[in-house]
């Protein structure tokens, strides 16, 4: 695609759901990343993926939160029984490889956690 | 490892006042050097960039030197617009770690 597209771009949960969010990156780049970006903060690193495989989960909060991307496109972050605290836009971007070059950037899922 | 200071905002000016965001870095290997700009309800966009030292980056009236001696990369502007009110994140990235390293943001707000 022309971008980095994420979705939803809003999502209101109660607490204790599940919740799915979506990152198409841009078709041909390699490298993934997550993000989170809480209210007047920078940003958080969550997860990194290199093709289909996660040398770096490190950024991971907690065991309530998971990724995965499947052929070397689409990823999905998965957060199970959603915190009030896990409310942040959740940022995704790619890049053509890994290292030394810019990140593009979707446009955030906004999470709302009540 | 890599880690981004920038200063604190946030930074107040009115129009066509001079800008300079501090930026210092440490990396591992030889970073890329970037400034991402973040507008009210939008995504990060990539503003300028600079891949190695003494290399100018340039971009709508906002530069910034990829200083290898004092590890900065600050971000100017001579004259900013109140379009020009936004976050900027100074960021790098580098083959040793694969990960682009953000700064915690600095908000600038112009008046007019």
């Known amino acids: 695609g022309a971008g980095v597209s994420q979705s939803p771009s809003n999502k209101v949960t109660e607490k204790g759901k599940d919740v799915e969010l979506r990152c198409d990156p841009i078709?041909?780049?390699?490298?993934l990343y997550w993000y989170r970006q809480r209210l007047g903060q920078g940003l958080e690193f969550l997860i990194y993926?290199?093709?289909?495989?996660?040398?770096?989960k490190s950024g991971l909060p907690s065991d309530r939160f998971s990724a995965e991307r499947t052929g070397e496109s689409v990823s999905t972050l998965t957060i199970q029984r959603t915190q009030q605290e896990d409310s942040a836009v959740y940022l995704c971007?790619?890049?053509?490889?890994?290292?030394?070059?810019?990140?593009?950037f979707g446009q955030g899922t906004r999470l709302t956690v009540v | 490892g890599n880690s981004v200071t920038q200063m604190e905002g946030p930074v107040t000016l009115s129009e066509e006042a001079f800008l300079t965001i501090n930026c210092t870095y440490t990396?591992?290997?030889?970073?890329?050097l970037f400034w991402y700009v973040q507008y009210p309800g939008e995504g990060l966009q990539l503003l300028l960039k600079?891949?190695?030292?003494?290399d100018k980056g340039s971009n709508k009236g906002f530069e910034a030197t990829y200083r290898k001696e004092t590890t900065s990369f600050h971000l100017e502007k001579g004259s900013v617009q109140v379009s020009d009110s936004a976050v900027y994140f100074c960021?790098?990235?580098?083959?040793?770690?694969?990960?682009?390293?953000f700064g915690r943001g600095t908000s600038l707000i112009v008046h007019p």
């Open positions: 600079a891949t190695k030292a003494d």
């Open positions: 078709s041909g780049h390699t490298a």
């Open positions: 971007a790619s890049s053509q490889i890994a290292g030394n070059t810019e990140a593009f």
């Open positions: 993926f290199q093709g289909n495989s996660a040398p770096d």
């Open positions: 990396a591992t290997g030889y970073p890329s």
């Open positions: 960021a790098l990235s580098s083959g040793g770690s694969y990960i682009p390293t």
